[in-house]
Nanobody, 126 residues
């Protein structure tokens, strides 16, 4: 059974930074998977944050985090990261990691992903 485990969330002041990690230890061919980060705030739909292709050669960001966040991956460690800087109160949400077998289709849509983690809470105090 595929497990994606997020970590690194927490409470941070506005303007601060966090690095989220997603460990995909049960994905035998992690390097064959595109990876994404999504978030969901209370009362809102799940929204795209960032994604990275299987090779790491292509990255995508939501406009809301572009310039403040960096997605990266370490294939030998089966881990994907999301570095978030200059955090804002509106970044408060549960952040989810997602994986899908490599594809050329749009990476910003939740339904294209095959596996999801349970999420990690990020709270940014104003």
């Amino acid at each position: 059974q595929v497990q994606l485990v997020e970590s690194g969330g927490g409470l941070v002041q506005a303007g601060g930074s966090l690095r989220l990690s997603c460990a995909a230890s049960t994905l035998r061919t992690f390097s064959s998977y595109d990876m994404g980060w999504f978030r969901q705030a209370p009362g809102k739909e799940r929204e795209f944050v960032a994604a990275i292709s299987w090779s790491g050669g292509n990255t995508y960001y939501a406009d809301s985090v572009k310039g403040r966040s960096t997605i990266s991956r370490d294939n030998p460690k089966n881990t994907v990261y999301l570095q978030m800087n200059t955090l804002k109160h509106e970044d408060t949400a549960v952040y989810y990691c997602a994986a899908r077998l490599m594809s050329i289709s749009n990476m910003t849509i939740p339904k294209v992903y095959d596996y999801w983690g349970r999420g990690t809470q990020v709270t940014v105090s104003a």
